[in-house]
């Protein structure tokens, strides 16, 4: 049987509505993980852990009294440190904002306290969610649970520890180039990015208007979808919130693959990946032919532009962002984070009107590429998960050696602004996780979900957990 640190969601959820399992012994074995392993993997920024037992203790009492209020009732939750918590700082990974204590939940906080979770940290994040490495120069990198020399991929990375490790059940990310999906991939979770607009970000500190997205993380489709029910609505206050919503995110599972139309593309996503991951996500796809799906190619020539359009985007909308920060607090950014800012200062208007207009473009092409499949299949990273020192900038420089490339792909899918999700696929012969990417058209997330929860079933490698 599972350790309990290690069940999904869906396999606790009963067990605490029965009774035979208690909030607060959940809430208690989450701390306890912490306490014992946070300092090699330097997971969590700011520990709830008073409020978490206190919030564990009401709600055991509520579910005793018959008052259940759902799958994440009693469950503990982190919050990549992007997110609001009344009372709590929202550092962003930066010393800039270290006393920036929030004056309200964020909406998905709310949204997931409301459903009965129990928000036990903030986690680590590359600093400003500018970078893929998950490193941070202040509060130290994020280290993966599966072998601690590693990178976790970012920004999000310490969500991804920290749920790989059995810290906490499920936790929540942002994703503006690929930052649920990266670090999902090499910790060897489940992690989604919604269509845009379908999760509010009102509290949630922003990186790029138009590309950043909210979205959870888990040990499975099922536990994402069971996540996406609780966060997802529409938010007057947030301008991108989309008026429409997919339906229950759940809504597909346990449908299987027979007759899912799987598209595979022929261009770009294949291309300069390394061979171990390529074999996995190619093995995988015939897994997904033997459970009934019908896989077919998709010519994609256009496809490598998709990254570079959602860094052309992405760029000065953070300046944007930062103008304020920048002219106050220089040189207490990262000499990382300030490079990228200040070289993208010379951006022009035009240049970013050019960037969006190539957007629609691209868009238009996606939308006919998928008209003919549910899905495309993908690697979710290219290359295999380097070492931090690899990724560390060398004294006097502003980048590591290692990890330029890693967002290559999931970009593609922020400029689309589409439901896209990570599942695992295999294991390297190094023994780490392997990414395989499934994307669709916008507000069919349910059809993503659908398909990431069979392959799951069908290949089980999410079973596996690192030995902590």
């Known amino acids: 049987m599972t350790e309990l640190h290690y069940q999904s969601i869906a396999e606790i959820a009963p067990q605490i509505k029965s009774g035979k399992l208690s909030p607060v012994r959940l809430t208690e074995l989450a701390l306890e993980r912490v306490a014992r392993l946070d300092k090699s993997l330097n997971a969590v920024l700011t520990l709830l852990g008073d409020q978490a037992l206190a919030s564990a203790h009401r709600h055991a009492k509520e579910i005793q009294a018959g008052r259940y209020r759902g799958g994440l009732h009693g469950i503990p939750i982190g919050l990549k440190d992007l997110f609001d918590v009344e009372g709590v700082a929202t550092t962003a990974g930066s010393t800039i904002l270290r006393h920036n204590i929030a004056s309200a939940d964020a909406f998905v906080t709310r949204r997931l306290k409301d459903a009965g979770a129990i928000i036990i940290g903030k986690l680590n994040m590359v600093e400003f969610a500018m970078g893929a490495t998950g490193l941070n120069p202040h509060y130290g990198p994020a280290r993966n649970p599966w072998d601690t020399s590693r990178i976790t991929c970012g920004s999000s990375g310490g969500s991804a520890a920290a749920v790989a490790a059995g810290l906490c059940f499920g936790a929540l990310g942002s994703d503006t180039g690929?930052?649920?999906?990266m670090p999902a991939a090499v910790c060897g979770l489940a992690g989604f990015k919604p269509t845009y607009g379908v999760v509010s970000r009102?509290?949630?500190?922003?990186?790029?208007?138009?590309c950043d997205h909210v979205g959870p993380m888990a040990r499975t489709t099922a536990d994402c979808a069971l996540m996406m029910n609780a966060i997802a609505g529409h938010d007057p206050a947030d301008p991108g919130s989309a008026t429409a919503r997919p339906g229950a995110f759940d809504a597909q599972l346990d449908r299987g693959l027979r007759g899912v139309r799987v598209g595979v593309p022929a261009h770009y996503f294949f291309e300069g990946v390394d061979a171990e991951i390529e074999a996995a996500v190619r093995s995988s796809i015939e897994t997904m032919r033997s459970a009934g799906a019908l896989v077919r190619e998709v010519a994609m020539p256009w496809a490598k532009l998709g990254r570079t359009i959602n860094v052309g985007v992405l760029v000065p909308e953070a300046v944007a962002v930062h103008e304020q920060w920048l002219k106050a607090s220089r040189t207490k950014y990262s000499a990382e984070v300030r490079a990228r800012l200040e070289a993208a200062q010379t951006t022009s208007a035009l240049d970013y009107i050019r960037a969006l207009r190539a957007r629609r473009w691209f868009n238009e092409q996606m939308e006919a590429a998928l008209a003919d499949v549910d899905v495309l299949v993908t690697p979710t990273v290219p290359v295999q998960t380097p070492t931090i020192e690899e990724c560390t900038p060398p004294p006097g420089a502003n980048e590591g050696k290692a990890g330029g490339t890693l967002g290559n792909f999931t970009?593609?899918?922020?400029?689309?602004?589409?439901?896209?999700?990570?599942?695992?696929?295999?294991?390297?012969?190094?023994?780490?996780?392997?990414?395989m990417m499934i994307s669709g058209r916008a507000f069919e997330d349910a059809t993503v979900l659908r398909v990431g929860d069979a392959y799951e079933r069908a290949a089980k490698h999410n079973l596996r957990h690192p030995d902590m």
């Open 178 to 181: 690929g930052s649920i999906r």
């Open 202 to 210: 009102t509290g949630v500190l922003d990186l790029s208007w138009t």
């Open 411 to 435: 970009g593609v899918f922020n400029t689309t602004g589409g439901p896209s999700l990570s599942v695992t696929c295999g294991y390297t012969r190094a023994g780490m996780p392997i990414g």
